[in-house]
């Protein structure tokens, strides 16, 4: 990397990985919008989905604060949930302390002593629940309505009795005119496949329309390189420059307008966050590979292959993703990776992953080239002669058995 043209001081990209506000913000207004107006209107529910680093916490940040602005006098609670949080109480409990910090007067009217029984936290999460619920009841029939933010909400699943917590934040929500509880749930995988991890449970999903936060186009990446004043020059090879290697990832942006606004050196600050942007695509492919396996198979099928996919509907999710994207041909349109970057770094996966095949297939080959020759010169009872001669052997031909 070249060196400081100038003191860094005043980077407007320095916050970058953190929950970005106000003029950071970019290319989320028309969404942004219309679920303001719905929340405003309406009491409702929704599910914001998308890769790790997109910005779905920040649009859910700057959601609430919009409906704030319109229901100041509406009690807002910001959960996020953790592992760490060990079961629902926690989740619970916040609910409950969000409702009287804010609502107290509305609710209480001539009877102050009706919060008695909510002053103190209750440690079991059956609990917890029961509480919660009762203190929604006893607020929506006063017209206060809560709404809560669920951050990092795939964290539910590592949860003791995670179904029966689900349940229960689904029967709060799947009732508003009871409760007046809505709800902007933000995490990385669908509610479905969530939920695919705790068996026997109504669809969360299914009370929680998805809306998934994706890349951003051009032009907002224009307006990020904007913010850097003249510092970093707004021409068409700059802009061009940056949506093709970040594919409008917004982090992935940020990280590379933060080195560019340092060292004056957008196509330097491109060529120095390689790693970074290296790594954060191996995390993603593990992400998917972990959890939907046949998503991962679709991909390198349709951005590399450019063939048919086992599974219906792969490629529909990969786009709602935003993790693939239609590019038109003469023919009529292929699919390929986010960004050239990224698609680059699917090529090279690609390799790699047909090496280990090879390697696979080789090793198949081979054994069933010894099994054979051990059969035809030994006959069918092949396995017990080489264990009995050869003992050493016993512990992993009984392993493969």
Known sequence: MSNPVADSSGNPYSSFGCIVTGERLVGREELLSQLTTDFCDNVQSVSLVGPPRIGKSSFASELFRRIYVHQPDRPFVWVTVSAESQDFSCIFNDIVDGVLSTSRNAIAGNNPTIFQKYEQPADDARESYRRCRNLLEVANRCKVRTLVVFDEFDAVRKFPEAGLGIQQIRELLYHPNRFGLSAIIVSRRRLKLIERWVPDISTLAGVCPGYYITPLTRSAIQQMIGRSRGRIPEADDVIDLVYRTT???????????HDAWKYGDVAGSVASTVAERMDYYDDLVSLIRREEE???????QLCIDNGPVEKPGSAAQLERYGIIRRVDTSGGFR?????ADFQEYLQVLLRQKSLFQVWQQTEIAVRDLIENVLRENLGEDWLHQISHKHRSLQPVIQEAR
């Open 335 to 339: 699919y390929q990776g986010w960004s």
């Open 294 to 300: 046949d998503l991962y198979d679709a991909l390198l």
């Open 247 to 257: 594919g409008g990832h917004p982090w992935l942006a940020d990280m590379i307008l």
